[in-house]
């Protein structure tokens, strides 16, 4: 059974740089894709980008500028950065196994997900 | 960018049966996964009409589409299926698009 539980700070300071590990069990990290994807408090989902065990990445043009994302295959993490976190980056960050088809997406599972406030 | 949108909220009494829509231009060409999110939880899986049925979801839960709609059915409804209820969709040139969400209550 796969499981993913994301960690990091609960708080950031307006400006400062969010950090936040994912840590995978059951299944390589090396086999699929893998995805973060965020809620703000009382909003929808927002995907925010992919990354493959190859360093391959995507993100969402909407927080392009600021992202990045990253791997460790001997740990079975991967990582996500957003830098410059303003109150509006206040959310629920998720990260998810990415499973691909023809011309389609989806994710399965999720990780239960951590609060990241940003305030001062 | 590709869109899809669904009502805010849909209600129903228990055991009958709800159906949640999610429009989108020509999402009848496109697959189409739905999200079931229970209050301080995370997303799962409910339906993707790519693969089999994600593992231990009932039958109760189906979907269809059709041009511009899908639809997410869930029958014989129980109040344990009260949840926000997401739909999903790769797009070519947005990639990854989440509809706004559907609050699902159980009269």
């Known amino acids: 059974q796969v499981q993913l539980q994301e960690s990091g700070p609960g708080l950031v300071k307006p400006s400062e740089t969010l950090s936040l590990t994912c840590a995978v069990s059951?299944?390589?990290?090396?086999?699929?894709?893998w995805s973060w994807i965020r809620q703000p408090p009382g909003k929808g989902l927002e995907w925010i980008g992919f990354?493959?065990?190859?360093?391959?990445?995507k993100y969402n043009p909407s927080l392009k500028s600021r992202v990045a994302m990253s791997l460790d295959t001997s740990k079975e993490q991967f990582y996500l950065e957003l830098t410059s976190v303003t109150a509006a980056d206040t959310a629920v960050y998720y990260c998810a196994r990415e499973r691909r088809g023809w011309d389609t997406k989806w994710f399965d599972p999720w990780g239960p997900g951590t609060l990241v406030t940003v305030s001062s | 960018s590709y869109v899809v949108t669904q009502p805010p909220s849909v209600s129903v009494a228990p055991g009958q049966t709800a159906t949640i829509s999610c429009g989108g231009n020509n999402i009848g060409s496109k697959t189409v996964s739905w999200y079931q999110q229970k209050p301080g939880q995370a997303p799962l899986l409910v339906f993707s009409d790519y693969g089999d049925r994600p593992s231990g979801i009932p039958e109760r839960f189906s979907g269809s589409k059709s041009g511009n709609t899908a639809t997410l059915t869930i029958s014989r409804v129980d109040s344990g299926d009260e949840a926000d209820l997401y739909c999903q969709v790769w797009d070519s040139t947005s990639d990854v698009v989440f509809g706004g969400g559907t609050k699902l209550t159980v009269l």
């Open positions: 990354i493959y065990y190859t360093g391959s990445t």
């Open positions: 059951g299944a390589s990290i090396s086999s699929y894709y």
